[in-house]
């Protein structure tokens, strides 16, 4: 991803009204924004714009969201924050399952939003910026447990030798618990970490979305909560990595 492309958003909304409020909030956030009514027209425009961010309605005409983030994640790793009137929590799960990084109910507030967007771009500036495939080797020091390896600068993951598609949420959360190593990291200091907000007032829901994007990232890494290869649960508190039998 280059430097222009950084700062570029995809919105996909079959609202123009609302299409034209996200494009506002996030051009004064400083991105260009594309915009697509419908989720083949999003798709097309991910692939060839490779964004930072994307916002994604459920309720498209056609392809509904959960299918169109589905999609997605099968070749890039833009961020997807969902945008749906529904309120249910199964609702937000299956988002987040889906692939979302985040999930905001409609209508939502602009100033919600463009402080999701500006905690996103803080917590980019921790980790660095996702990157692409690169022909030449990667000289970055790389943190390891295991069979497991991950490159902060660069983005990047493998296991066993073999490349690892994460979402960025997935990615960070990734990184948090291999660079704290044995060190226990609640709940909550992950979730204000993949919020980008030290000050981040936790609830329960956050809680509930940090659970589910772990569920996903053990599921990629072939791990188990039941028979942990890389990240054990500390029943309460949060998660850790597990003893390195490799060190």
Known sequence: MNAASERRAVIIEDDPEIADLLALVLSQAGFQTLVAGDGPTGLAMIRQSEPMLTTLDINLPGMDGFEVVRLIRSFSSTYVIMLSARRDEIDTLTGLNAGADDYMAKPFRPR????????????????????????????????????????????????????????????????????????????????????GESDHFVLDADRRSIETHMANLRRKLGDSASRPRFIETVRGIGYRLTVDKHS
């Open 112 to 195: 919600e939003l463009r402080a999701r967007v500006d905690a996103m771009i803080r917590r980019l500036a921790l980790t660095g910026p996702a990157e692409p495939h690169r022909e030449e080797p990667v000289t970055e020091p790389w943190l390891a447990h295991g069979g497991l390896r991950l490159n902060p600068s660069m983005r990047l993951v493998e296991l066993d030798s073999h490349p690892v598609n994460l979402t960025r949420t997935e990615f960070d959360m990734l990184c948090a618990l291999m660079s704290a190593r044995r060190r226990v990291v609640s709940k909550d200091e992950l979730s204000s970490f993949v919020r």
